[in-house]
């Protein structure tokens, strides 16, 4: 799964390393999003560094930017940076990043039940796209995945870290995509992360669900009547999905005081 995507919590990733471009003509903008300007053109196979990331439109599912050393942003689609989670910094504000306010991290129930329908492995093994996989679908920047920062075999404890990490893109999307109307506590944030860890940033971002939250509609009821008709792959109801939405309404449902959204900087 592309959008395998870390926890708010605090990151010191290295801006050395060196990404490849993977597509034809990938434009370079002013901000991260494809109606910013085009500052400049990297051809395929060119090498960038990446100083920060920040969330922006949607490219085929991955709403997450790269802005590169020449000062511009670029869709992470198109840098193979061996994960559709963060590699570097968030941007702040001033970075031409959308907001210096960080996603509110997901609680281990939401870590807890993301693991149980991921599934686990704990060693190196290729995933149906043809990348290093580990854990609970952690893809790797290279193939023996040296770079996780925990030994192989992997524990399922370091597992959830990893999976952690990589939640991260799901809570930026659901965080920049809901208004100031959403009101949400943890659990039935950490509902919306599965959820969006699971179908994707840009499935989420248009779906009726999010536009019914942002009308100002409860979600303790809008959650309940849409999540379950998330069950379709190829036109068929699959009975994992149909598990995993239940346990994402209930989720939502389990009474917690615990604040998540809106952000208040």
Known sequence: MKLSLLAATALAYST????????????????????????????????????????????DGDSLWDKTSDNCFVADYYVKTGTSGYVAAHCSSGSGGSSSCAAPASNTATVNLIAEFEGFVDHVYTDA?????????????????SGIGYPIPLSQANGKKLLAKDMGVAEKCITAMTNDKVTLNLNQYGALVSWA?????????????????????????????????????????LPGLVRRRKAEVALSEEA???????VKC
């Open 197 to 237: 860890f699971n179908e994707g940033c840009g499935a989420a971002k248009s779906s009726t669900l999010i536009k019914r939250l942002n009308n100002g509609e409860s979600p303790k009821t809008v959650l309940p009547q849409e999540l379950p008709k998330w069950v379709y792959g190829n036109g068929e109801v």
């Open 16 to 59: 050395a390393s060196a990404y490849t471009i993977t597509g034809d003509s990938v434009n370079c903008r002013s901000g991260p999003g494809t109606s910013y300007a085009v500052k400049k053109t990297y051809a395929k196979g060119h090498d960038v560094s990446i100083s920060c990331q920040a969330p922006g439109t949607s490219v």
């Open 129 to 145: 796209t043809g990348h290093p996989t580990i854990g609970y679908g952690h893809l790797c920047s290279n193939s023996a995945c």
């Open 256 to 262: 917690t005081t615990a604040k998540a959204l809106p």
